[in-house]
């Protein structure tokens, strides 16, 4: 659709009418009135037209300035150029456009299609979760229905002991009433004798060699008769009838058989159970590995960047680029240029602004007026650190922190009047390259990022190495063989698991399963000219880090779920995931974590976690032993 209209004004007359309107009055002026009547038009008939076209409602305001450009002459070259520059501005955004509206349709898709999987993947684990509880609630039942038969069962079983001992004493009872029968019976036959010989008539009528016979062989019965009922008595006091026996007995084993039964088939239950919970866990697994790959096709789709652009701007063209970007990631390629840029800036800088004499500023930047660029190179400034490290060390008792002995250091060596230069040199260029580990350091422990005693941590395990190396090289010589210098690396760090003695063996770019090669320790512990140590001592620094954050995590999972500890559950968290700490360093711990002398940590109130391990991350801390002594993996 075109729109046809005539111009809403045309030719000098118009010119005219505005100049001497102009002169007259200070109110609008006509020609501006009639451009916007005729622009107010146009859009009012686009309205009506219910036209939602952008490109169609742009073109009645390009007309009118078209317009303004035809009639004044003097401005047309300026205005059409304006004009030519926004017109080509908005073609290269249009064509822009229609390039990104293919990527726009394909993630729109590409959405659609994994939030109707992650639909899919939750219906399908509300199924499955709905079905599990359901036959966790039947096995619960069945489980709780077996249980109570179990205790019916006890409860039978306890009845027959109570019966089984009720007849047993029933039977003591009989056995003690035939007993006394027995001897009240004996009695009587003694009385029996007795009466007979009251009678001598009848018994001098009998023969007295046969009453003595007699008499004889009734003593020598009455004897052998009591000796086997004592023995009866002996072997047979305790015992219950058989047919009571054999009707307990079969009821036991019955009891024995079906207790068995369910015993087995409570086993089955619990194994089921625990198949159908590791199922499940096994699909909430499943399901948070699908929403992170989600995540991670979301994130893929950003536009990565494309670092094949940075040669034409790097200082030395492809080769120095080549060699910045060996063996570093996207985020250390992104160190790598703002280092360019930063040694840009600090080449072009003459002078730096001063900071102020405030106390938020450190003392050896307070400086009101402006203080010149000394322009150090790298290696200049790798020398100052690693001569003030070395004076630092000499001094006895230094009791200053890092930044009044810096400012100290820097006028006793240098004129004090240029002092500031050289401290704010040394500052902006240790603030720009952080790539470079001596910078680093210095710039961490300078701001107060890293506590000085974790630098000086780094340094002890490296020289404990290096003298544990240098005692065991007898012939000075410098070579170890591969076994030789693991051996050594063991026994210095024993707490040190077996992958990260690899990762350090593997630092000496000395073939592992040829023992031919020897070692040549001193080359790992030399120095580039910027002071970048070798990937040896880098390595077992990064580790001495990694180790610090694992031995502090370990302590924060002891610590939870309290958001805030007393010196007292600290101290039982040390002990817990480090039994073989001695008390003096762990009062060390203690006292670095509450910033308080041994003395005072009973005094020491709640204080949060994160702090308290803040604090313990910023200075030495180490593990002194394995969590179970003994075992060392």
């Given at each position: 659709?075109v729109?046809?209209?005539?111009?809403?004004?045309?030719?000098?007359?118009?010119?005219?009418?505005?100049?001497?309107?102009?002169?007259l009055t200070?109110?609008?002026?006509?020609?501006?009135?009639?451009l916007?009547?005729?622009?107010?038009r146009?859009?009012?008939?686009?309205?009506?037209?219910k036209?939602?076209?952008?490109?169609?409602?742009?073109?009645?305001?390009?007309?009118v300035?078209?317009?303004f450009?035809?009639?004044?002459?003097?401005?047309k070259?300026?205005?059409?150029?304006?004009?030519?520059?926004?017109?080509?501005k908005?073609?290269s955004?249009?064509?822009?456009?229609?390039?990104?509206e293919?990527?726009?349709?394909k993630l729109?898709?590409?959405?659609?299609?994994?939030?109707?999987?992650?639909l899919?993947?939750?219906?399908e684990?509300?199924?499955e979760?709905?079905?599990?509880?359901?036959?966790?609630?039947?096995?619960m039942k069945?489980?709780?229905?077996?249980?109570?038969?179990?205790?019916?069962l006890e409860?039978q079983?306890?009845?027959?002991?109570?019966?089984?001992?009720?007849?047993y004493?029933?039977?003591?009872?009989?056995?003690?009433?035939?007993?006394v029968?027995?001897?009240d019976?004996?009695?009587?036959?003694?009385?029996?004798d007795?009466?007979s010989?009251l009678?001598?008539?009848e018994?001098?009528?009998?023969?007295?060699?046969?009453l003595?016979?007699?008499l004889?062989?009734a003593?020598?019965?009455?004897?052998q008769?009591?000796?086997?009922?004592?023995?009866?008595?002996?072997n047979?006091?305790?015992?219950?009838?058989?047919?009571?026996?054999?009707?307990?007995?079969?009821?036991?084993?019955?009891l024995?058989?079906e207790?068995?039964?369910?015993?087995?088939?409570?086993?089955?239950?619990r194994?089921?159970?625990?198949?159908?919970?590791?199922?499940h866990?096994?699909?909430?697994k499943e399901?948070?590995q699908?929403?992170?790959?989600?995540q991670?096709?979301?994130?893929?789709?950003?536009?990565r960047?494309?670092?094949?652009?940075?040669?034409?701007?790097?200082?030395?063209?492809?080769?120095?680029?080549?060699?910045?970007?060996?063996?570093k990631n996207?985020?250390?390629?992104?160190?790598?240029?703002?280092?360019?840029?930063?040694?840009?800036?600090?080449?072009d800088?003459?002078v730096?602004?001063?900071?102020?004499?405030?106390?938020?500023v450190?003392?050896?930047?307070?400086?009101?007026?402006?203080v010149?660029?000394?322009?150090?190179?790298k290696?200049?400034?790798?020398?100052?650190?690693?001569?003030?490290?070395?004076?630092?060390g000499?001094?006895?008792?230094?009791?200053?922190?890092?930044?009044e002995?810096f400012?100290?250091?820097?006028?006793e060596?240098?004129?004090e009047?240029?002092?500031?230069?050289w401290?704010y040199?040394?500052?902006?260029?240790?603030?720009?390259?952080?790539?470079?580990?001596v910078?680093?350091?210095?710039?961490?422990?300078?701001?107060?990022?890293?506590?000085?005693?974790?630098?000086?941590?780094q340094?002890q395990?490296?020289?404990?190495?290096?003298?544990?190396l240098?005692?065991?090289?007898?012939?000075?010589?410098?070579?170890?063989?591969?076994?030789?210098?693991?051996t050594?690396?063991?026994?210095?760090?024993p707490?040190?698991?077996?992958?990260?003695?690899?990762?350090l063996?593997?630092?000496?770019?000395?073939?592992?399963?040829?023992s031919?090669?020897?070692v040549?320790?001193?080359?790992?512990?030399?120095e580039?000219?910027?002071?970048?140590?070798e990937?040896?001592i880098?390595?077992?620094r990064i580790?001495?880090?990694?180790e610090?954050?694992?031995?502090?995590?370990?302590?924060?999972?002891?610590?939870?779920p309290?958001?805030?500890?007393?010196?007292v559950?600290?101290?039982a968290a040390?002990?817990?995931?480090d039994?073989?700490?001695?008390?003096?360093?762990?009062?060390?711990?203690?006292?670095?974590?509450?910033?308080?002398t041994?003395?005072?940590?009973e005094?020491e109130?709640?204080?949060?976690?994160e702090?308290l391990l803040?604090?313990?991350?910023?200075?030495?801390v180490?593990?002194f032993?394995?969590?179970?002594?003994?075992?060392?993996?």
């Amino acid at each position: 659709m075109v729109l046809r209209n005539l111009r809403p004004c045309a030719g000098g007359f118009y010119r005219r009418i505005y100049h001497h309107h102009s002169l007259l009055t200070s109110s609008r002026p006509q020609y501006l009135k009639q451009l916007e009547d005729y622009l107010r038009r146009q859009l009012m008939f686009l309205d009506l037209m219910k036209e939602k076209n952008p490109d169609l409602r742009f073109q009645p305001f390009r007309e009118v300035f078209e317009y303004f450009i035809e009639d004044f002459k003097i401005y047309k070259p300026l205005l059409a150029s304006i004009k030519n520059a926004y017109e080509f501005k908005l073609v290269s955004l249009q064509e822009k456009i229609r390039t990104l509206e293919p990527l726009k349709l394909k993630l729109i898709t590409l959405r659609e299609e994994y939030i109707q999987k992650i639909l899919a993947i939750r219906c399908e684990e509300k199924h499955e979760v709905k079905k599990l509880n359901e036959d966790k609630l039947n096995l619960m039942k069945v489980i709780r229905k077996k249980n109570e038969e179990v205790i019916s069962l006890e409860a039978q079983v306890a009845r027959l002991r109570k019966s089984l001992t009720e007849e047993y004493v029933q039977y003591r009872n009989e056995s003690d009433a035939r007993k006394v029968l027995l001897a009240d019976l004996n009695e009587l036959r003694y009385q029996q004798d007795e009466l007979s010989l009251l009678h001598p008539t009848e018994i001098w009528k009998e023969d007295q060699v046969k009453l003595k016979m007699a008499l004889k062989m009734a003593r020598r019965d009455l004897t052998q008769a009591q000796m086997e009922m004592t023995l009866l008595r002996a072997n047979f006091g305790d015992v219950v009838p058989r047919k009571i026996f054999e009707q307990l007995e079969k009821n036991h084993n019955v009891l024995l058989e079906e207790m068995e039964m369910l015993k087995h088939f409570s086993e089955g239950l619990r194994k089921d159970y625990n198949t159908l919970h590791q199922q499940h866990r096994d699909t909430v697994k499943e399901r948070d590995q699908l929403i992170l790959e989600v995540q991670e096709l979301r994130r893929s789709h950003t536009p990565r960047p494309n670092w094949s652009k940075c040669p034409e701007v790097v200082a030395g063209g492809m080769d120095r680029w080549q060699t910045l970007i060996r063996g570093k990631n996207s985020d250390q390629l992104v160190d790598v240029l703002l280092e360019e840029i930063g040694e840009r800036w600090l080449r072009d800088q003459e002078v730096f602004p001063g900071l102020g004499q405030s106390d938020e500023v450190p003392v050896y930047l307070r400086h009101d007026s402006a203080v010149k660029n000394k322009n150090l190179s790298k290696k200049e400034v790798v020398d100052i650190i690693k001569d003030i490290w070395k004076t630092r060390g000499e001094e006895e008792e230094c009791q200053e922190n890092l930044p009044e002995y810096f400012l100290r250091y820097i006028k006793e060596h240098y004129e004090e009047t240029s002092a500031m230069e050289w401290t704010y040199s040394i500052y902006e260029t240790i603030r720009i390259f952080r790539c470079n580990e001596v910078m680093r350091q210095f710039y961490d422990i300078l701001t107060r990022k890293v506590d000085e005693s974790t630098f000086l941590g780094q340094n002890q395990i490296v020289a404990e190495l290096l003298n544990e190396l240098a005692k065991k090289d007898i012939h000075n010589g410098g070579l170890f063989s591969i076994e030789q210098f693991s051996t050594i690396l063991k026994r210095t760090f024993p707490l040190k698991k077996k992958d990260q003695i690899m990762e350090l063996m593997q630092t000496t770019d000395c073939p592992l399963d040829d023992s031919s090669n020897p070692v040549q320790y001193r080359v790992l512990f030399r120095e580039d000219e910027e002071g970048n140590a070798e990937p040896f001592i880098h390595k077992l620094r990064i580790q001495y880090l990694n180790e610090k954050l694992t031995y502090l995590q370990e302590l924060r999972q002891v610590l939870e779920p309290g958001p805030n500890v007393n010196a007292v559950q600290l101290r039982a968290a040390f002990i817990a995931i480090d039994p073989c700490m001695d008390t003096k360093t762990l009062n060390n711990y203690l006292s670095q974590a509450f910033q308080c002398t041994p003395a005072e940590l009973e005094l020491e109130g709640f204080q949060p976690v994160e702090t308290l391990l803040k604090r313990l991350q910023a200075g030495i801390v180490h593990r002194f032993g394995p969590q179970n002594p003994g075992a060392i993996d």
